[in-house]
T-cell receptor, first 115, second 109 residues
Framework: ETGVTQSPTHLIKTRGQQVTLRCSSQ?????VSWYQQALGQGPQFIFQ???????GRGNFPPRFSGLQFPNYSSELNVNALELDDSALYLC??????????????FGEGSRLTVL | RKEVEQDPGPFNVPEGATVAFNCTYS??????FFWYRQDCRKEPKLLMS?????NEDGRFTAQLNRASQYISLLIRDSKLSDSATYLC??????????WGLGTSLAVNP
């Protein structure tokens, strides 16, 4: 296993609600990336955190926000949920400088359903 | 051209067959390439990295063609357990990773 853990594994929310997803990175990894994967699609990059600072962002609106803590764990927050936010949210940790290598270690994901 | 493009398949092959997938990319400056495997409703896992002309690991061979800007993944002697989606990953112009939509492979008994 990768040593990356995510919680919760599954959750159901309604439109307009807010959600917080959590990720513990692999021991020693200082970079965390978050991805959204809709059914039948490849992962879409949301943002990346390196040493507690945002280090790049994909094409997601500001209602998608995040944090990285001193122990390198991370949170993804989504406000004002929309039906299209239903997806698998994947967290990936990495170690190399600024973490922009392709060698990512993924958690099992949090499957969000918005009704 | 899309940043990363893959044939979605599905590829249906019998056990023991050899199958190859291609992935085309638009960023000619990319130096590294990756193939990930994703089982149904699971997280992606790194299968192979390609930094030069190619890489081989057992039944799996990845090759890079810089002139035509594509990478390929060859699977020999397919096993039932190879059934999965294979995702091509390429660093984009801003060094962030661009993921293909994936190629679905079904190996049949």
């Amino acid at each position: 296993e990768t040593g990356v853990t995510q919680s919760p594994t599954h959750l159901i929310k309604t439109r307009g609600q807010q959600v917080t997803l959590r990720c513990s990175s692999q021991s020693g990894h200082n970079t965390v990336s978050w991805y959204q994967q809709a059914l039948g699609q490849g992962p879409q990059f949301i943002f990346q955190y390196y040493r507690e600072e945002e280090n790049g962002r994909g094409n997601f609106p500001p209602r998608f926000s995040g944090l990285q803590f001193p122990n390198y764990s991370s949170e993804l927050n989504v406000n004002a949920l929309e039906l299209d936010d239903s997806a698998l949210y994947l967290c990936a940790s990495s170690l190399k400088d600024r973490g922009d290598t392709g060698e990512l270690f993924f958690g099992e994901g949090s499957r969000l359903t918005v009704l | 051209r899309k940043e990363v493009e893959q044939d979605p398949g599905p590829f249906n092959v019998p056990e023991g067959a050899t199958v190859a997938f291609n992935c085309t990319y638009s960023n000619s400056a990319s130096q590294s390439f990756f193939w990930y495997r994703q089982d149904c409703r699971k997280e992606p896992k790194l299968l192979m990295s390609v930094y030069s002309s190619g890489n081989e690991d057992g039944r799996f061979t990845a090759q890079l063609n810089r002139a035509s800007q594509y990478i390929s993944l060859l699977i020999r002697d397919s096993k039932l357990s190879d059934s999965a989606t294979y995702l091509c990953v390429v660093p984009g112009q801003d060094r962030k990773l661009i993921w293909g939509l994936g190629t679905s492979l079904a190996v049949n008994p």
